[in-house]
């Protein structure tokens, strides 16, 4: 079963606007969460985090947003631009020594 | 080194075949992780160690998966008899402690095809 959950396995948006990505939780005990981008041929790269006792977390064009109540969380990306094109993975970790559990990961395509 | 090094960058093994893969974390990171990705599924825990010991090896789907860090810096991920459904790209992570306040910093992979 699994624990995170990316259920849009794409996404399209025009440069310039919003790009929103989802993803969803089942396991309450999860205490930290990341984003990662990958792009063919590379391995993933960290990108954005936030920790359970927050609700947001911002770094420039990317924010990220949780609900802890709904189990879900999501990353804005804003403006869009064709670059962000990548495969974005949300993981979700608890505890120190745990290793990272990931979605299946939404495919971003920014069209200019 | 500046980053994670995996080597080789592509594996083509026959069915049956032992295969080696390589990691080389970044200097000084005393976390190591293999995850292994799948087409069209995320990244897949197999097995962390913390120095040269592996604390967490729940992942690793049967026996014929093995890693080891004799030196508590490059690991090696060794597979035996290999089967089609490994076919794969295996990843290998490092942070500097098991902790994941800065998250993980990945090599580019391996693609390992059994033929």
């Known amino acids: 079963d699994q624990q995170v959950k990316q259920n849009s396995p794409s996404l399209s948006v025009q440069e310039g606007r919003i790009s929103i990505l989802n993803c969803d939780y089942t396991?309450?005990?999860?205490?930290?969460f990341l984003w990662y981008k990958k792009y063919p041929a590379e391995g993933p790269t960290f990108l954005i985090s936030?920790?359970?006792?927050?609700d947001k977390n911002e770094d420039g064009r990317f924010t990220v947003f949780l609900n802890k109540s709904a189990k879900h969380l999501s990353l804005h990306i804003v403006p869009s631009q064709p670059g962000d094109s990548a495969v974005y993975f949300c993981?979700?970790?608890?505890?120190?020594?745990?290793?990272?559990?990931f979605g299946k990961g939404t495919r971003l395509s920014v069209i200019a | 080194g500046a980053g994670v090094s995996q080597t080789p960058s592509n594996k083509v093994t026959e069915k049956g075949k032992y295969v080696e893969l390589r990691c080389d974390p970044i200097?000084?990171?005393?976390?190591l992780y293999w995850y292994r990705q799948s087409l069209g599924q995320g990244p897949e825990f197999l097995i962390y160690?913390?120095?040269?010991?592996?604390a967490d090896d729940s992942g690793l789907p049967n026996d014929r998966f093995f890693a080891v860090r004799p030196e508590g810096s490059v690991s090696t991920l060794k597979i035996q008899r290999t089967e089609r459904g490994d076919s794969a790209v295996y990843l290998c992570?490092?942070?500097?402690?098991?902790?994941w306040g800065y998250g993980y910093t990945f090599g580019s992979g391996t693609r390992l095809t059994v033929v």
């Open positions: 992570a490092s942070s500097p402690t098991g902790g």
């Open positions: 396991n309450s005990m999860f205490d930290y």
């Open positions: 936030i920790s359970s006792i927050k």
């Open positions: 993981a979700a970790i608890y505890s120190g020594n745990t290793p990272l559990v």
């Open positions: 200097s000084g990171h005393t976390a």
């Open positions: 160690f913390q120095g040269t010991g592996a």
